[in-house]
């Protein structure tokens, strides 16, 4: 397989790169192309194309490969089986950090249909119920005592999707006729109970949450900081790099993400095009990301030759190791419920960072850039959402308005 890189030009007349592989056709024996699309405008921007092109060359790379679930295969395979046969193939598809999320899911759905050997044509929308309503009170598994507790609606519906996926793809084979997924619901209460509930602070309880971190665990403040006014996802914060920060420009640019639990997955990209932006770096970011280059920097001269200084990450541990992203949300999990403040989650500072904007009467747009979100709906919710907080949490306008009248009710 070969890449090259082409430019194409949109409708406004702005040219953007796009990545052509040239690969044989493993059936055919004949040469094909693919057109990818980097999001990446043409000006200064050719060498992280040529960066994604290899990066596309290693993702597509199964192109050329015989497909590892065959026309052929047995038509009483189980359920079990062939999520196992299935997964090797997808991931030739996907990025490494969502294989290992639909791995962890089959290893979810295993642990229910493996006992029970249902073959994956008698797979039925009952059976499929059956396997939601038993993993919303016994689908996570323990690790110290093997006991059995509730799986997080989330969860569940994260299985559902991984089902729904291979049950498509079972379909193209001609291996079952219909997906049995399409007609199910990860619900046994009504579905609002299962939405996630929005988090507004205010400036004082910013503050103070900030003060407590400052105090108590020091080295998550400037991340805290990050995400409630940058309103960051947690890859982004993790994948700053100094590079990103132009102080003579005055910007912080986000191209760079930190992924994956038991595995780490650096990556020169962002989650959605939406999610490559540059940004304004104000005074108080520059003083945090200043402080925090000072401390990196006294860390060098102490750590000396032991510095593993490989990535040139803003936030590492102190020798210079990287943080892994399942270490900072426990860490934060932890020092929010010593806080007393539990509900108050990394990704929630999100929510709060859109609160502020809203508050200083940024449209809807120029939130949606700043987030990073692709699709404007997402930021019309967390709108809505926070008029209703906001109304509700006010002080009632009416008391003001109706004392001249209330004499008339002593």
């Known amino acids: ?25 493993p059936h055919t024996l004949e040469w094909k192309t693919k057109d990818i699309k980097t999001g990446l405008p043409v000006k200064g921007n050719k060498r992280k194309a040529e960066s994604l092109m290899n990066e596309f060359i290693k993702q597509y790379s199964y192109l050329e490969q015989l497909s590892v679930i065959q ?6 395979i189980e359920l079990c089986a062939f999520l196992d046969l299935w997964i090797e193939e997808k991931s030739c598809d996907i990025c490494g950090n969502t294989c290992d999320t639909y791995k962890s899911r089959i290893i979810t759905i295993k642990r229910y249909f493996a006992p029970r050997h249902i073959r994956l044509k008698d797979i039925t929308p009952k ?42 793809d079972a379909i193209i084979k001609g291996i079952v006729p219909t997906n049995p997924v399409r007609d199910t619901k990860v619900t046994n209460k009504k579905n609002r109970d299962f939405s996630e509930e929005m988090l507004f602070l205010t400036e004082d309880e910013i503050r103070e949450m900030l003060l407590y971190l400052g105090e108590n665990v020091p080295f998550l403040k400037p991340l805290a900081f990050v995400g409630v006014y940058y309103g960051l996802r947690r890859e982004e ?17 986000i191209c760079h993400t930190v992924t994956g639990n038991k595995t780490i997955y650096a990556e020169d990209k962002a989650k959605t095009r939406s999610g490559y932006r540059t940004l304004n770096l104000f005074p108080t970011a520059e003083l945090c990301f200043q402080k925090v280059k000072h401390e990196q920097d006294e860390n060098k001269a102490f750590f000396g ?45 999100r929510y709060t960072c859109a609160s502020l904007l809203i508050d200083k009467g940024w449209d809807v747009k120029k939130v949606q850039h700043w987030l990073g979100d692709s699709d404007a709906a ?33």
């Not at 397989?1 to 056709?25: A, C, H, N, P, Q």
């Not at 026309?71 to 009483?76: E, G, R, S």
């Open 237 to 253: 914060i993790l994948g700053l790099k100094w590079s990103a920060i132009n102080y003579r420009r005055k910007t912080l640019t």
């Open 127 to 168: 059976i499929l119920t059956d396997f939601y309503h038993y993993s919303l009170k016994y689908g996570k598994v323990s690790q110290k005592d093997q006991s059995l507790h509730p799986l997080s609606v989330r969860s569940v519906r994260s299985c559902k999707s991984v089902l729904f996926a291979a049950f498509n």
């Open 305 to 349: 030759n032991a510095y593993q200084d490989t990535k040139n990450y803003v936030f590492t541990h102190e020798d210079g190791r990287p943080y892994r992203p399942d270490y900072i949300t426990n860490k934060f999990s932890k020092a929010m419920k010593a806080f007393g403040r539990p509900e108050i989650t990394l990704h929630k500072l």
């Open 1 to 25: 397989m070969t890449g090259s890189l082409i430019t194409r030009k949109t409708s406004s007349g702005k040219e953007y790169f796009y990545v052509r592989l040239s690969y044989k056709d």
């Open 378 to 410: 997402t930021v019309m919710n967390i709108y809505a959402q926070y008029m209703r907080h906001k109304t509700n949490v006010a002080e009632n306008d009416l008391t003001e308005m109706t004392n001249s009248v209330a004499d008339l009710f002593e």
């Open 71 to 76: 026309d052929n295969i047995d038509p009483d």
